[in-house]
């Protein structure tokens, strides 16, 4: 299987392959995901779990198609380790506040389906960290409440206390203050409505 039919066949449904590792291949969100999935059947009719259950329907096809077993950040547990999937494809990697990164994403990742294929693809080449030329590092001192840290330690209630307060109301309008300040996730075009109701979702 080729990565250009595999990119080309999610491209329409606003995803894009966030990178590669031995025979898995990462699907994650593009910047034009938002407004396709808006008119889906799962956003509109209100459906429980509408983002995962649109990526069992898309991703399920075309896994089926290609003839790949899909895996999903929400089947679980036990949970497959995207994490660990997306460091191996040296695209991802770890961020001066804990979250990993995206060379083209920025911090804000959204991976919906891992695409595991009998064979193995050829290797590619790492990319570049962005977060080692970037002079400012804006992330690291964007949290109002510090609930983030490079010491793989995320402290969610405090992160949940805030949100809680007239203060967070701009992140749950807008997304975590630490992941819009990176200069990747700005040049992403993720829409704040994307973010919005990813806040919602993670703080009901």
């Known amino acids: 299987m080729k990565l250009d039919a595999i990119a080309a066949a999610v491209k329409p449904h606003g995803l894009m392959v966030m990178g590669v590792a031995a025979n898995r291949v990462l699907i994650g969100t593009d910047a034009g995901w938002w407004d396709i999935f808006t008119q889906s059947p799962e956003y509109l009719n209100k459906v429980q779990d509408p983002v995962d259950t649109w990526s069992k329907r898309i991703m399920?096809?075309?896994a089926a198609d290609m003839g790949a077993k899909a895996h999903y950040p929400s089947d679980g547990p036990p949970y497959a380790p995207f994490i660990a999937w997306a460091l191996d494809t040296?695209?991802?990697?770890?961020?001066?506040?804990?979250?990993?990164?995206?060379?083209?994403?920025?911090?804000?990742?959204?991976?919906?389906?891992?695409?595991?294929?009998?064979?193995?693809f050829e290797s590619v080449p790492a990319g570049?960290?962005?977060?080692?030329?970037?002079?400012t590092k804006?992330?690291?001192?964007?949290?109002?409440?510090?609930?983030?840290?490079?010491?793989?330690?995320?402290?969610?209630?405090t992160c949940k206390a805030y949100l809680d307060t007239p203060e967070g109301?701009?992140?749950?309008?807008?997304?975590?203050?630490?992941?819009?300040?990176?200069?990747?996730?700005?040049?992403?075009?993720?829409?704040d409505a994307q973010s919005a109701f990813h806040m919602k979702a993670f703080h009901p």
């Open 60 to 62: 399920g096809s075309i």
């Open 138 to 157: 804006p992330c690291i001192s964007a949290c109002p409440v510090d609930a983030l840290s490079d010491s793989h330690f995320y402290d969610v209630p």
């Open 169 to 191: 109301a701009a992140c749950m309008a807008g997304g975590c203050l630490a992941r819009r300040a990176c200069p990747v996730s700005n040049s992403f075009g993720r829409p």
């Open 90 to 120: 040296g695209r991802f990697w770890q961020s001066p506040t804990g979250m990993m990164i995206h060379e083209k994403a920025g911090l804000m990742i959204s991976l919906r389906c891992a695409l595991e294929f009998i064979e193995e």
């Open 128 to 135: 570049t960290n962005p977060c080692d030329t970037c002079a």
